[in-house]
Structures are given as structure tokens and as C-alpha cells.
């Protein structure tokens, strides 16, 4: 197949959650022999941090606005056979306007930040990368999130008719054991950007237990800290790390901690990307709950969850073979259910049962 995709960026990983994910998946769909076109407008916040400047065995289309790319877009629309238009693309509006009056096969939303899109609309507030029309127009939803609650607020809100998840996903090849590093090394790592949403969990989570625990190391990584950030003298700091460094974060860290955004962990079935690239690298999982996690890792098997500072304290405490072996047991389901070729292999298998006439298309739901 041709796939074109109208996507926020796969060019940067700095600061967003997609770049890694589109880069997992179009690798392996160049591999199954399906030949991607990625539209990414040409912004100066990614262009500065750019870590990826071409599309293995498909196209990386760089844009300074959607009138100078639009000719070209026409084209790859009216010759793909499925065309995806993402959350938080810059040019999702006149994106989907295109690919409505224009695409010839498969028409297909994904939404990799459903929580936000449902939370926006039951404030009422607009979501810029939906129309008035919301989604009933297209052929195939996509959903970074599960469960029934999705589902349901995904037809009932936006008029989506075929909706199915498509979660995150590591890439094993990036994503694997490594030898550690002592500049990485520490008790209790966390990854992750900046949020406001997430800084109250971050903060009993992490920050709390850090100061309980002086005698031992802990480090965050990431982008866009605040200078009022509540530091301590054992909390380290690495600025924005690269996808290829993450391998080295997470196999250097006794314990590892993922911290779920509000919207996400109240939606439920949502896992974090980090949740896998950190179980692929064989780094022992702490998690925030939220339903429906046990459908991802085995609670106290595959991962420990934590819900206030003593659950950490335990944690950081607990025997170092008991770590090692639920991070075996999470490292290899990780690699059999959630990996990047996994995901590539469902997205197609999801593409393909849609193909049919739209017409024909059921109202339906799938986990």
C-alpha cells in the first residue's frame, strides 16, 4: 500500500510523544513493503532539534505552509490507498478537507492523544484538529486509547462509525539492553517532559520520596523543566535525551518510574510509550494506576504501582533479585505484544478490513 500521513512530526522527538511512535511504525511498514509519505510542516521549534531527516525506503515531506505543499499533497491523496490525518497536526483542517473531497481509497483519523480531544470537548472547548463535522466523514478511526468509555464518547461526540485502538509501541532495535552508564545511573529514574497535569503525581512520586531518601540518586530526564522546579541536592538533571540515549537511561536505572497524565490515567487504556521502551531496555517498572494497566503488565509480576510516596519508599527498597525478575517477566511480554512491527502488522490488518466500500462500513468497536 501507499500511506500518506498528515502527522504533528516525525522529525523531532523533542517534546512530543508521536516522533518515536511514527518512526517505530514507518520503519516497519517500509519493511512489509508499503511505502509511507509523511507531510510534517516546517516549524522552528522541531527544526532546531531535528534528530531525523528522512524516511527509510519512503518520503519525508518538509513544508513551510499548506499552500506551497498543497499541489504535491493533492497528488500523493488521489494515488495513496489509505491517508491518515492526525491529532495535532498543524494543518488537520485543511488536511481533512483535502482528503475528504479528494481521496480515492481509505480515509483514516488517528487520534494519538484521545484523552485531550475528549476532555476538550466536554468543557467545550474546540479541539483544532477536528471539524464541525468531527469524524464521521472518515472511513477509520484510530485510537491511542482503549476501553469502553473511548469508544462510546468517539461515536457519540464525533460521529465516528469504525473505531479500533492502535496503542503505543516500542522499537526493540533502539530499545534494548545496553551496558549502563554512571552519568545515567540512579535509585529511581523518570523520563519524561515537562507537564503541568503531571507535576502534582511527579511530586509525591518522585520529588517526595527523593527527599525521604537523601542518601541515594535519583534523575530525571527530559525537556522544558521550569527554573522553579522543586529540586533537591539528590535529584539530577539531564536536558532532553535523544532517542538513542534512551536505551542507556533506562538500563542504567535500578527502578524506573512512569507517571500518567490526568486525562490519560481517567480515561483509562492508556498506556505510555515509556511504559514499553523502559520494559524493553529490562528496567523494573513503578506506575501511577489507572484502570485497565493489568491488561498491559501484571501488577506486582511485571510491574509495581504506586500510589503515594510509601508505595515508592517500598519500592526503592524492594530485593534486587525481585526486581530483576519482574523486569525478565515485563521485558518479555513487552517484546511479544508491543513492539513496533507488532503494531505496523495490526495497523495494516485494520487498514485492510476497512477497505470496502464506505457505504458498507458497520458502526463498531474493537479493542
Not at 522552528?44 to 534528530?51: N, V
Not at 540512579?186 to 497535569?197: E, M, N, W
Not at 507535576?199 to 520529588?207: A, K, P
Not at 510491574?303 to 533479585?321: K, M, Q, S
Request: one cysteine or more; hydrophobic letters at 40%; glycine letters at 8%.
Amino acid at each position: 500500500m501507499k500511506i500518506v500521513i498528515f502527522g504533528l512530526t516525525i522529525s523531532s522527538s523533542w517534546g512530543n510523544g508521536h516522533a518515536t511512535l511514527w518512526r517505530g511504525l514507518c520503519k516497519n511498514l517500509a519493511r512489509m513493503g508499503h511505502h509511507v509519505v509523511f507531510y510534517e510542516r516546517d516549524v522552528p521549534y522541531y527544526a532546531g532539534t531535528r534528530d531525523l531527516f528522512e524516511l527509510p525506503r519512503g518520503r519525508l515531506e518538509l513544508y513551510p505552509s499548506w499552500n506551497a505543499i498543497r499541489p504535491n499533497a493533492l497528488t500523493d491523496v488521489t494515488d495513496a490507498d489509505a491517508v491518515i490525518v492526525t491529532s495535532y497536526c498543524p494543518d488537520a483542517l485543511a488536511a481533512t478537507e483535502l482528503v475528504l473531497e479528494e481521496a480515492r481509497r481509505l480515509r483514516v483519523f488517528y487520534d494519538l492523544d484521545t484523552p485531550v480531544t475528549l476532555a476538550k470537548l466536554r468543557a467545550g472547548e474546540t479541539v483544532p484538529y477536528i471539524g464541525p463535522r468531527g469524524l464521521s466523514d472518515f472511513d477509520l478511526v484510530l485510537s491511542f486509547t482503549g476501553g469502553p468509555r473511548a469508544f462510546e464518547e468517539f461515536r457519540r461526540r464525533l460521529g465516528a462509525r469504525r473505531i479500533v485502538a492502535l496503542y503505543g509501541h516500542v522499537d526493540p532495535e533502539i530499545h534494548r539492553p545496553v551496558e549502563r552508564q554512571p552519568h545515567y545511573e540512579a535509585h529511581l529514574s523518570y523520563l519524561g517532559t515537562y507537564s503541568v497535569d503531571r507535576q502534582h503525581v511527579l511530586e509525591t512520586l518522585f520529588v517526595a520520596p527523593a527527599r525521604q531518601r537523601q542518601g541515594l540518586r535519583f534523575l530525571i530526564g527530559g525537556a522544558q523543566y521550569p527554573p522553579d522546579f522543586p529540586w533537591s541536592p539528590n535529584i539530577y538533571f539531564v536536558r532532553h535525551l535523544p532517542p538513542s540515549e534512551h536505551a542507556a537511561f533506562f538500563a542504567s536505572s535500578r527502578l524506573t518510574l512512569n507517571v500518567t497524565r490526568p486525562a490519560m490515567a481517567e480515561m483509562g487504556w492508556c498506556p505510555s510509550g515509556r511504559l514499553f521502551e523502559a520494559a524493553a531496555c529490562g528496567a523494573p517498572l513503578l506506575s501511577d494506576a489507572w484502570d485497565g494497566i493489568d491488561d498491559f503488565f501484571e501488577p506486582g509480576e511485571e510491574i509495581l504501582l504506586g500510589r503515594d510516596e510509601t508505595d515508592v519508599i517500598a519500592a526503592i527498597e524492594a530485593n534486587d533479585e525481585v526486581l530483576l525478575r519482574m523486569a525478565s517477566r515485563a521485558r518479555e511480554r513487552t517484546l511479544a505484544w508491543h513492539g513496533s512491527a507488532k503494531r505496523a502488522t495490526e495497523l495494516v490488518e485494520h487498514l485492510e478490513r476497512s477497505s470496502g466500500p464506505r457505504a458498507d462500513l458497520p458502526i463498531a468497536q474493537e479493542a
